[in-house]
């Protein structure tokens, strides 16, 4: 009677193995960019669900820009989600993606940054690779370079799942976050050093917080259109 029953057991846990297989490659991130079709629009085209300083962005044929270095975001908290956008950059470009924001008026240790740089110029491609295009900022360097030349548009797939964060650039897959990983304010899991500005373990950050855009840093433009996000459950 035992040997049936280790038999339907040992098939039962083979089963769920395969279900949670199934489940996990199902709610992995896209290694490609969405059909964004239906998506909603992060922004309004006249700004009025944004948080933003006056006089500062503008909308002129669907793209947006700041000019001063001031950010824009959304009113609204979000957790899991899928934001698609295109931006552009100019000779010297840095810029950003915040996500998870828990404080707007203080928003760079309380939140994870995306960052948006013109790699080819002479200040950041002789940057830390954490500071460059597609890096969570200070934090994980992209795989690869993807972004383009300035003065083209460029593709952003950002996937926020709890603690997963990844992201596609002009379609590659180029930064996996796991954020429980960054049990230290100082120090990154390979061992390098956190920018002290940062200084809070993102282990220990909310996976829900405002949408946010980097406006005109370090001198140089950025431009962005196509700002699209999908709520996930």
């Known amino acids: 009677m035992q040997r049936p029953l280790t038999i339907c057991l040992a098939w039962c846990m083979l089963a769920s193995a395969a279900v949670a297989a199934d489940a996990k490659k199902n709610d992995a991130p896209a290694k490609t960019h969405p059909d964004t079709t239906g998506w909603k ?21 669907g793209v947006l820009t700041a000019s001063q270095d001031r950010e824009i975001w959304t009113t609204k908290d979000y957790d899991n989600f899928v934001l698609d956008l295109e931006f552009k950059t100019a000779d010297g470009t840095n810029s950003g993606v915040i996500v998870y924001c828990t404080d707007t008026g203080a928003w760079i240790p309380n939140s994870i940054e995306i960052q948006i740089a013109d790699d080819f110029s002479s200040k950041w491609s002789k940057a830390p690779k954490t500071w460059q295009c597609a890096a969570m900022f200070g934090r994980l360097a992209a795989s690869k370079s993807a972004v383009k030349k300035p003065g083209q548009w460029n593709r952003f797939t950002i996937t926020c799942v709890d603690r997963q964060i990844d992201v596609v650039l002009n379609g590659q897959h180029v930064t ?35 949408i946010g855009l980097q406006g005109k840093h370090a001198g140089a433009p950025i431009w962005f259109r196509n700002v699209k996000i999908k709520e996930l459950k």
Not at 41 to 57: H, I, Q, R, T, Y
Not at 182 to 201: E, M, Q, R, V, Y
């Open 176 to 210: 996996s976050m796991d954020m429980s990983l960054w049990t230290s304010g100082t120090t990154n899991p390979d061992g390098s050093k956190i920018p002290p500005w940062l200084n809070k373990a993102l282990s220990e950050h909310p996976t829900q917080g405002k």
């Open 41 to 61: 629009s992060l922004f309004a085209e006249d700004l009025s669900n944004a948080e933003k300083p006056k006089g500062v962005w503008t909308v002129s044929d």
